[in-house]
């Protein structure tokens, strides 16, 4: 009751309110309603196309019947009067509405008559009439021999509507007489239209401007707006058929949905201007408010031009990563292929080498039995000297292997230690002069990023022996607050431009980016770091930064260096 009170003093909402139903609900009843008189245009003309087939099925059927009997006069072959009798009253009982057939001669003298009703063979011409013969004579000709003339409609003398049809009879090429058949219209179409009679639709058949038939209980009702109408051509006449629903048949057609739509589209529209009327008296109820509200369009303006550069950004970036997940794919496989290459290559190494050397480790235990059981010792010193340098060279054949999967020093002694012996041994197994600048104050460092700055450096390291010719490397390793940085420089002859340009992101999808530098750069990635790659004729620089969150502990493991042979064996 509230509501009602407070729109009875505000007659300007109430009227908006109403205008709003009415338009909401003729907005969803309109489209409804027009699908809804589609949909009976679209069934009645269905019925129409239907009921004109059958018609025209039937009428070609009834021609083509009368042709046949005319053909079977105009072959000469004498018939009896009993068998010609036998013949009409058989085609006169198989056609429904045939009244009379009339054979004239040439001149339309009336050469012989049988009627439907009493069977009269001598006086039945009263039901035909001259002027019918007369309006068809033009296309009695034997040009047109064997082609049926259908008469326009005429009246006989009981008031009934008749048609003619007029085949006419030939001998020689030459026209010999006339096959005249009578048809009740009314009598002939209730046969035609009998299967469309229980379908709920009215039906009118009409020859030129004049009806000349209507089906049984047709109303006029729906018949201006509703009626669908299609030609039936038939030779001397052109026939129009209408068909349109009756009002019993309309209503299973229509649905309830439209008068539906259009209650809830007023309550819809009535509650929405309801809504908005409420949310204005609302919005202007304190001014502070509508200040604020100016303000922050203004903000939401400014907001919108930061968010369009921001969206520009985005989809930058969202290509950039695209990109790098199509990358990150190809590298993953190629990393699996690698990694089954080397498990192959490990498993052929132990295989060839120290398997062979634990075989003939065993061969000698069996030779140390025998020498036991005869007391040979000098034989038995020989097999046990023997014994240990096998013991020694798979000891050492297991240690590569150990060093090659993952070097134990880094996590023993960590970065700050590991690296100058890695780079000497580099230096003299390459002969490249390799030179390390490590801050003096290091420290430990988490060991994601100790692997990671390691793997780096032995990736680069390699690419420098094997591609860029450069006589020397600088290595430079620095921390700060938060960041750890390693620099790597050489002097060979640098990237193609292309490697480089996939390196750094570029759209180079077919570039022959290697594993090795793809996966330097996912490492980085990973711990949320940055590395950079310039390159020129001069030479290429390496830079890699990531980010430290803590330092670690003061206290290290103090263990002694390790010869270079041993960080020569790790960088292999």
Request: aromatic content about 6%; glycine content about 6%.
């Amino acid at each position: 009751m509230t509501i009602f009170r407070f729109l009875r003093r505000r007659p300007i909402w109430l009227a908006s309110i109403v205008l709003a139903g009415a338009t909401a609900s003729f907005a969803l009843w309109d489209p409804l309603a027009a699908y809804e008189r589609a949909h009976v245009s679209r069934t009645t003309h269905q019925s129409m196309e239907s009921l004109r087939a059958d018609l025209m099925d039937d009428m070609q059927s009834r021609l083509f019947a009368q042709i046949r009997v005319a053909e079977l006069w105009g072959d000469g072959v004498a018939f009896s009067e009993r068998e010609r009798e036998l013949s009409c009253r058989l085609f006169l009982d198989h056609h429904a509405g045939y009244l009379l057939l009339e054979w004239l001669d040439p001149t339309y003298r009336v050469l012989y008559a049988i009627r439907r009703d009493t069977g009269d063979t001598a006086n039945a011409t009263d039901l035909s009439t001259a002027s019918m013969l007369k309006a068809a004579r033009p296309s009695l000709s034997s040009e047109n021999a064997g082609v049926p003339i259908v008469t326009p409609r005429f009246h006989l003398t009981d008031g009934r509507s008749a048609l003619g049809v007029i085949v006419p009879v030939v001998r020689h090429y030459e026209v010999a007489g006339f096959l005249v058949a009578i048809v009740d219209v009314r009598a002939a179409f209730d046969a035609m239209v009998d299967d469309h009679k229980d379908l709920g639709y009215s039906v009118s058949v009409s020859d030129a401007s004049a009806e000349i038939y209507r089906m049984p209980g047709s109303r006029s009702d729906n018949e201006e707006t509703l009626a669908h109408q299609g030609s039936l051509v038939l030779p001397g006449a052109t026939w129009t058929v209408r068909v349109w629903p009756n009002r019993e048949i309309l209503s299973d057609l229509q649905s309830p949905l439209p008068k539906v739509a259009m209650v809830l589209g007023g309550l819809l529209g009535s509650v929405l201007m309801l809504a908005i009327h409420f949310g204005l008296a609302t919005s202007r109820a304190s001014r502070e408010i509508q200040r604020a509200h100016d303000q922050l369009e203004e903000r939401v303006k400014e907001r919108t031009l930061e968010l369009e550069h921001v969206n520009k950004a985005l989809y930058s970036e969202v290509g950039d990563r695209k990109r790098a997940e199509d990358s990150y794919r190809g590298l993953s496989g190629r990393l699996m292929r690698l990694q089954d290459e080397e498990r192959r290559r490990i498993a052929r190494e132990l295989h060839d080498s120290t398997a062979q050397m634990l075989g003939a480790l065993a061969i000698n235990v069996d030779r140390a039995r025998a020498a036991v059981d005869t007391k040979d010792l000098r034989r038995l010193e020989q097999l046990l000297t023997e014994s240990g340098e096998f013991v020694e060279e798979v000891t050492q054949e297991i240690r590569t292997v150990s060093y090659l999967l993952h070097p134990p020093m880094l996590d023993d002694l960590g970065l700050e230690y590991v690296l100058p012996w890695y780079a000497a041994g580099f230096g003299q197994r390459s002969g490249i002069e390799t030179t390390l600048d490590i801050q003096p104050d290091l420290g430990r460092l988490p060991c994601e990023i100790e692997l990671t700055l390691f793997r780096t450096v032995q990736e680069a390291l390699a690419n420098v022996h094997r591609h860029s010719g450069s006589p020397s490397v600088a290595l430079a390793l620095f921390r700060s607050a938060h960041y750890v940085t390693l620099e790597i420089c050489d002097k060979g002859k640098g990237l193609p431009q292309v490697v480089l340009d996939a390196v750094m992101g570029a759209n180079q999808p077919s570039a022959p980016i290697g594993v090795g530098i793809a996966g330097m750069r996912e490492r980085v990635h990973q711990l949320k770091g940055q590395m950079e790659i310039s390159s020129s004729k001069g030479g290429t620089t390496i830079r890699t930064v990531l980010p430290v969150t803590e330092r670690a502990p003061a206290d290290r493991r103090q263990a002694a260096p390790p010869s270079v042979d041993a960080c020569a064996l790790a960088a292999q």
